[in-house]
Nanobody, 113 residues
């Protein structure tokens, strides 16, 4: 399974970014996909999850601001991030859970105040 995330960058507080993850090597439509993030000095945390059955879930601090979505035809996972805050600054990782967790290289998101 290979995952490639893109779309990170530098944005001012209140701004928006859209992350994208291209997946290969798995039956994407049957794969649980998620976005995680890791801020400096902190543990990696789950941000949003998209199950193979189409159920989305979110970490409390991003509810109402972030939206996870997937395109099973294009084999892509997305994270639309609105109303960004400085505390959202982190490296964001795409995750696929098949028989184990697979990770892509992260993409840096920096939110300036």
């Amino acid at each position: 399974v290979q995952l490639q995330a893109s779309g990170g960058g530098l944005v001012q507080a209140g701004g928006s970014l859209r992350l994208s993850c291209a997946a290969s090597g798995t039956v994407f439509s049957r794969t649980n996909m998620a976005w995680y993030r890791q801020a400096p000095g902190k543990q990696r945390e789950l941000v949003a999850n998209s199950s193979s059955s189409g159920i989305q879930s979110y970490e409390d601090s991003v509810k109402g601001r972030f939206t996870i979505s997937r395109d099973n035809v294009r084999r892509r996972l997305y994270l639309q991030m609105n109303s960004l805050k400085p505390e959202d600054t982190a490296v964001y990782y795409c995750n696929a859970h098949v028989w184990r967790d697979f990770w892509g290289k992260g993409t840096q998101v920096t939110v300036s105040s």
